[in-house]
């Protein structure tokens, strides 16, 4: 478990109105799976501090309730991936109307 993980968990360990807090951790994953990840979406490669999570556990699942007017209720779930979960995503963050001719056009009062 890094040590971002280990902070959420102790925080929600020690918080009052958290119960049932479940945490299960992945066995690690295996460097050939993770070079396998990057083979299948070259030239993408994953983020150097994603693999050395990947390295300590194949992903990880938090959950938690809370205890609120006498009943419990489910609040929490946090998850992270195993490799064979992580998704390359193409994002492109132009505006609608770009017409891709690489202007930019800034009107005055920023409409």
Known sequence: MDKYTV???????THPGV?????????????SAIHAWEAANAPHKLPEDLKGFLLLSDGFSL?????FG???HALGNMALNGVRGVKRLVMD??????NDDGLVIVSPGGG
């Open 19 to 31: 119960s049932d807090l479940r945490f299960a951790q992945n066995d690690p994953a295996s460097t």
């Open 7 to 13: 902070a959420v968990v102790d925080f929600l360990r």
């Open 93 to 98: 963050a132009s505006p609608p109307d770009d």
């Open 70 to 72: 006498g009943r419990t």
């Open 63 to 67: 959950r938690w309730d809370v205890c």
